[in-house]
């Protein structure tokens, strides 16, 4: 269902993407260290009223990852610009997670792509972000790109755990896990964490009042990734911008809690 088998080639990279559904259009954008296998659980739902358009950021899921790639936030606002412009989308409604809502906020901001409602879900946004562990390996990825097959699924594991509420089990794990295995995906893990940088969130964090579009805010109560305060924080300076806390969500709430993104999509987008 949330399947990307389709790929568009763009600066030496294949973005994989897919589409499902039938109705007006619906951009899904995920964050790190994800996929967008993340909206497995939403897609089918959106899907019966609205087109789904969803990729792989580039260094992420089925998409391209090599060496020396530049995966940073300072170009992942380039190449939804460009997916949209692919997909000949000109005011489409987005929903985007993580990461996924700097590269939303920064196509916006920067790129002058236009939506018509914005939704975001426990935005990467304003600093800080980064956790003790993303700064260990951003001083330390060569090593870390190096570890035995059983160390970096140990970690893998803990590291997608954090980001739900609820455990997760081994099988619900794996999807997110798989991408980032292995003689391509283990580097590509690192690589991604190692370009995680505050200023790209820092350049457009005083344009944020200037959205052109409605924005609306979810924010699990229970996120240890990014805490409910930075989300208070972010609707402040947002325009008309309404925050709602997701209890018994924490950072993935896709998985904690997706009827929650469903009903407030469906609400939202009908406006």
Known sequence: MITPTQTFDWNDTAIA??????????????????????????????????????????????????DGQDV?????????????AFWKLD????IAHDFGGATALRAHLIDGRDYDRLLLIDPVALRPWGSPFVQHVRRHEAAFSGMPDYIQLAILK???????????????????????????GQPAFYRQIAQMDQRFTDEVELLYGEL??????????????????????LAAMLPDCALTLVPGSGHLMQEDRPEAVVAAALRFFAG
């Open 158 to 184: 803990a590291y997608a755990s954090g980001a739900a509420a609820r455990p997760l089990s081994d099988s619900e794990l794996e999807p997110y896990i798989a991408p980032w295995t292995g003689p391509v």
């Open 17 to 66: 993407w897919g589409t499902a559904g039938s109705g007006p259009p619906i951009v899904l954008v995920h964050g790190t260290p994800f996929s967008s296998h993340v909206w497995h659980r939403v897609a089918p739902e959106l899907a019966r009223e609205h087109t789904l358009y969803f990729y792989d950021l580039p260094g992420y899921g089925r998409s391209t990852k090599r």
């Open 72 to 84: 940073s936030l300072g170009i992942q606002n380039e190449a939804l610009a460009a997916m949209l």
């Open 91 to 94: 005011r489409p409604n987005v």
């Open 212 to 233: 052109r579009c409605p924005v609306a805010l979810l924010w699990g109560e229970d996120d240890r990734w990014i805490s409910p305060q930075s989300g208070q924080r």
